[in-house]
């Protein structure tokens, strides 16, 4: 005879989602998730002010994370999101680089 897993076992193994910012695992019990992706609750933060989010107050760009203030002044800056689209490809294309 076999014993499944408690439910409360489960919700701690066996997880494979990993941090779309720091690349860790992301256990459910510490995890956001937005839009398809999971983050630690400490790594959802605003790329640009650091400031916490949550997901009912956050604005994505590419991937990057934004507070609906610092997307909204980003924006007021330079009148579009040009920018913060060609900031955004260079994290991401910095980030992949793999460090020797």
Known sequence: MTRSPSKAASM???TQEKCATCGKT???LEKVTVESQSYHKSC???S???CPITPSNYAALEGILYCKHHFSQLFKEKGSY???IKSASMKRAAAS????
Do not use: I, Q, T
Not at 97 to 100: H, I, K, S, Y
């Open 44 to 46: 959802f933060k605003c």
């Open 48 to 50: 640009h002010g650091g």
């Open 26 to 28: 992301a256990y459910p």
């Open 12 to 14: 701690f193994s066996g």
């Open 97 to 100: 680089v793999p460090e020797a």
């Open 82 to 84: 040009n920018h913060l």
